[in-house]
């Protein structure tokens, strides 16, 4: 079968492996053919050399952490063939730590955790994967055209779920989000605040493109101002840029007992010049958080999965700004100006 993969550590070695074998059956009872998977910046890194990791005894890693897929047969009985499924993305560690020890693998204390398409482990990036029924997320049908979206959505539902969390320390009623950022994540983010009822204020440098329709078909408010010279303090802001100047000024934005939850992920190399000290005394003169997270566990896919569901499917449908047939793999992974998602498709 053919597969999209790639030799990790070495830039430039993408390429579209047309005798790629069938899934091994130990990597879990669930046959499952390949509908779409999502491309993000993560694969782009793999693809420059930056970090990825080959299963062990293999030289190339096929790439693909966003999934669809469409049941062929599940001998478990846990889905049933013809049924939407996606992969989760993360797997626990082999000793395991305390936190992989009660699935709770996106909270992996010690780093030996494994991931599909990234770490240790084949992507979803061939026409025919495998999956373990634990690892396995069913959707509902209608899902079909979007439902490549659940893992960025999985990363936003475990935000949201982290956010509310620290929340309940004290009596706590936000009203007011800021979102740092419009691209596939933030604009999932985004859409969980406004299911979630509150005033929605997204920002980002793009005052061209779909980014900022988007926005305000969710009935949230688009600025392109920078952080600073917003009129108002937000309850809770989700950063999703890693921009180190968005990142602060997020830090020092944000209201009384607020919480600042940090999605992406710096480059680093890159020094400021700000006030520490005074960034330190307002945290904790106003009970502030500000915390991180990335990945996913099982109960947020199934939250994703009921966001999804529960959301205008027309929206979601123009996030993907991009398919891309699998015969013309390379221009999925290329950039584009506009891009917001762009999906590889599996043809039938």
């Not at 049941?71 to 395991?96: M, N």
């Not at 106003?286 to 099982?298: D, I, K, M, P």
Request: aromatic share 6%; charged share 20%.
């Amino acid at each position: 079968m053919r597969a999209v993969t790639v030799t990790p550590g070495v830039a430039d070695s993408l390429q579209l492996t047309e005798d790629w074998p069938e899934p091994a059956a130990e990597e879990g009872a669930i046959l499952v053919q390949a509908l779409a998977v999502g491309i993000c910046g993560t694969d782009q890194e793999i693809i420059a050399g930056h970090y990825g990791e080959a299963p062990p005894g293999q030289e190339r890693l096929v790439l693909g952490h966003e999934s669809l897929g469409r049941v062929l047969e599940d001998p478990t009985g846990t889905l049933q063939p013809g049924d939407l499924v996606a992969g989760v993305v993360r797997h626990p560690d082999p000793v395991p730590c305390r936190n992989c020890a009660v699935d709770q693998w996106d909270m992996c204390r010690n780093g030996r955790y494994t991931e599909h398409g990234i770490k240790g482990l084949p992507g979803f990036a061939r026409e025919r994967w495998r999956v373990q029924p634990k690892f396995a997320v069913g959707m509902d049908r209608a899902l079909a055209p979007v439902g490549v979206l659940l893992e960025p959505t999985s990363v936003v539902a475990k935000a949201w779920d982290h956010i509310e969390r620290i929340g309940r320390r004290a009596e706590w009623k936000p009203e007011s989000v800021l979102v740092t950022g419009a691209g596939p994540i933030g604009l999932l983010a985004a859409l969980l605040a406004t299911q979630r009822g509150l005033s929605v204020h997204v920002l980002d440098r793009n005052t061209t493109g779909p980014k900022p329709e988007l926005v305000r078909a969710l009935g949230a408010t688009y600025h392109t101002t920078t952080v600073d010279e917003l009129d108002f303090e937000p309850d809770v802001v989700v950063e999703c840029t890693g921009a180190p100047v968005v990142v602060i000024a997020a830090m020092c934005k944000v209201g009384p007992t607020g919480i600042v939850c940090l999605t992406g992920v710096s480059s680093g190399g890159r020094s400021l010049d700000f006030d520490a000290g005074a960034l330190n005394r307002a945290l904790v003169l106003e009970n502030n958080v500000v915390f991180g997270s990335v990945n996913a566990g099982r109960r947020h896919w199934d939250l994703a999965a009921a966001a999804l569901t529960q959301a205008d499917q027309a929206w979601l449908d123009s996030l993907i700004t991009r398919r891309v047939p699998l015969s013309s793999y390379a221009e999925a992974y290329s950039t584009g100006g506009e891009d917001i998602k762009v999906v590889l498709e599996f043809e039938p």
